[in-house]
């Protein structure tokens, strides 16, 4: 699994790549492998206002359906729409053309609450095979 | 009166195909001009259609006509039946869904006259038996479950948990304050969190705790005069009882909220405790699963709502009720009911076979269901827990639930393990559910499995497990012996085909 060195992790497996403060929030290379092969994602209408660990969609796998949570404070400023026709983009690429949401944050200091890529790599070695 | 389009191009493409490997449809089957009956010459005066249908109501033409023969027609539906599985041909032991053996006492009672030929909208005269037959079935599932009052009105699982639902919502209504949430474990059956919010409720989830049960503490924490009510499975969906189901009950009384059980794993204590001593105050009961009646394809289902004291001025009208002279009556005075539920008196034909099941049981016979339906499983979960990873050690009762990790080293998953089962001709357990388990393999034998059905389960479960080792391609690449063989279901349900072309 890879991990990429410049981007904060939540508990529930959503990743936050920070540009200036607008964050781009997707699954974790972890959590597409667990879900499997995804085939639908739900998400949220351009405008909307997420608190922290607010429903930010849903995502779809041959297994079963999952919550996706915000992991930060804000507007939702795009979504990726090509995941409405190419949900595979989470399984083949989840940290680049299987983005989901951005989101302008309330408080950049919000990500500083997250996990690290070690301290996310760490976590899932003890989440893995409950 | 239709006039047949020409399709040369389907024509010969039938024609030129090979011998099918599969089935195919029955438009696939078509061939032009065939038809499954055929009409004496007229002998009345020829009207045209168009005297007879106004122009919005008529077509010149059929698309795709589909056009066979009878025997086309039976040969084609015979070649499919041999190709379903089903539990009339073995086990069948889909975790969570309780496919046991459908007693054929149930069919015949269900097809006498008076009941099979009755209609629902027959003056209340006319169908004493009938409205007879729903007030015995009430009072025996009152005594089953302990409820003081039941509903027979729910068809379907979903159904009765909304039912429910709705009717707590009404009474906190009634009472001032409707609350805003529904507590439901991580463990729960996946149509609790959807039923609660149809009924517009938010969801809190709890966190199961180590055992697979509810963490009292964190149930203490969580309930405030927000929360409606706690929705819990017992036993839940890892097959485990909840033991502190009395305590958990008083926590949720004291804040004013209300305890909802789903029922749908009552085969596993049926006869031998009742929700109602447990302090439940809804409880449902899937006729289609613990009380035998056809489901999963084979019928509609029926599920019967039990509540407490407090709950039965709410209750879906019409109830039936017995006058002082001993005739029967449907009651539709309550004036602080629900309302209907469901269209008459729910799924009738289900109803009956229902209660033949429980008479021809009796008490002592139903008592015997939840202990053997408990000891198969556990007989499966002994014979198999060295192979295969058991994620909670608590005791099962009527389903026990293992997971892939063993298995996964060798790259080989539930779903793997899963396709191959049906090369040993077995119907695979539920996979990948309950969700808090990864790679879960949830396997519910019921009652109704004698032991050498359970043996050759518990044969080829052992054997994959060796393949799995010795072998991880082979059962990698299952199933090899089915008319198909591995399906690509992440294309299906990303690019479904929805409907036949030619």
Redesign the interface.
């Given at each position: 699994m890879t991990t990429p060195e410049d981007s904060r992790y939540a508990k529930s497996h959503e990743y936050v790549h920070m540009e200036g403060d607008i964050g781009t929030i997707g699954i974790t290379d972890y959590a597409q492998k667990?879900l499997?092969?995804?085939?639908?994602v739900e998400l949220p209408q351009v405008g909307a206002q997420l608190e922290l660990g607010d429903e930010l969609g849903s995502i779809?796998s041959?297994?079963?359906v999952?919550e996706l949570f915000s992991p930060v404070t804000g507007e939702v400023i795009e979504v990726n729409e090509a995941l409405a026709d190419k949900?595979?983009l989470v399984n083949t690429d989840p940290y680049g053309d299987g983005w989901m949401v951005r989101i302008r944050l309330a408080a950049r200091d919000e990500v500083d609450e997250l996990m690290s890529a070690e301290e996310y790599e760490d976590y899932t070695k003890h989440e893995?095979?409950? | 009166m239709s006039t047949i389009i020409e399709k040369p191009e389907a024509a010969a493409k039938l024609a030129a195909a090979p011998a099918f490997n599969r089935e195919g449809l029955i438009f696939e089957h078509s061939k032009k001009g065939r038809r499954g009956y055929s009409l004496p010459a007229l002998d009345v005066p020829r009207r045209e259609l168009s005297d007879l249908l106004p122009a919005e109501l008529r077509r010149d033409t059929i698309d795709d006509e589909c056009e066979v023969s009878e025997v086309d027609v039976i040969r084609h539906f015979t070649r499919l039946s041999k190709l379903n599985v089903s539990i009339d041909a073995g086990l069948y032991p889909l975790g969570s869904c309780t496919m046991k053996h459908n007693p054929r006492i149930n069919e015949e009672i269900a097809r006498i006259g008076g009941f099979a030929q009755s209609h629902p909208m027959q003056p209340e005269d006319q169908v004493q038996g009938n409205l007879e037959l729903l007030w015995n079935l009430e009072q025996s599932l009152k005594e089953i479950l302990g409820m003081p009052r039941v509903t027979l009105q729910p068809v379907a699982g979903a159904h009765r948990e909304l039912t429910g639902i709705l009717m707590i919502h009404k009474a906190l209504a009634t009472g001032g304050n409707a609350r805003k949430y529904i507590l439901i474990p991580d463990s729960a059956h996946g149509t609790n969190p959807a039923s609660a919010n149809f009924a517009g409720y938010g969801i809190r989830e709890l966190k199961s705790n180590s055992r697979g049960t509810l963490d009292l503490d964190l149930l203490e924490k969580q309930v405030d005069e927000d929360v409606a009510a706690l929705m819990i499975t017992v036993p839940n969906t890892l097959g485990v009882f909840e033991d502190q189901i009395t305590a958990i009950a008083g926590i949720l009384h004291r804040k004013g909220a209300y305890l909802y059980c789903d029922g749908a794993n009552l085969n596993s204590f049926v006869g031998i405790a009742r929700p109602g001593d447990m302090g439940i105050d809804v409880i449902h009961s899937n006729l289609h699963k613990t009380f035998s009646t056809p489901h999963g394809g084979g019928g509609p289902g029926a599920g019967p709502v039990g509540v407490s004291e407090r709950l039965i001025p709410f209750l879906p009208t019409p109830t039936i009720e017995k006058g002082d002279d001993g005739s029967f009556f449907l009651d539709y005075n309550h004036a602080a009911s629900i309302g209907r539920v469901r269209a008459f008196n729910g799924n009738f034909g289900v109803l009956v076979r229902a209660l033949t099941y429980m008479r021809s049981m009796g008490p002592t016979g139903l008592r015997r269901v939840a202990q053997l339906a408990v000891l198969n499983a556990n007989y499966i979960r002994a014979r198999l827990k060295a192979a295969y990873h058991l994620p909670y050690d608590a005791p099962s009762l009527h389903e026990v639930v293992f997971s892939d990790r063993n298995q996964t080293s060798r790259d080989v998953h539930t779903l793997d393990i899963a396709k191959r089962l049906m090369d040993y001709g077995f119907h695979p357990p539920t996979i990948y559910f309950p969700l808090i388990v990864a790679g879960a393999l949830m396997i519910e034998p019921t009652e109704t499995e004698p032991k050498e059905e359970l043996d050759a389960f518990c044969d080829a479960m052992l054997a994959i497990a060796t393949e799995c080792e010795e072998r991880p391609e082979l059962v990698r690449s299952a199933p090899h012996t089915t008319p198909v063989r591995r399906l690509d279901e992440a294309r299906a349900a990303r690019q479904p085909i929805l409907r036949w072309k030619p």
């Open positions: 667990e499997g092969d995804v085939v639908f779809e041959v297994k079963a999952s949900p595979e893995s095979g409950s | -």
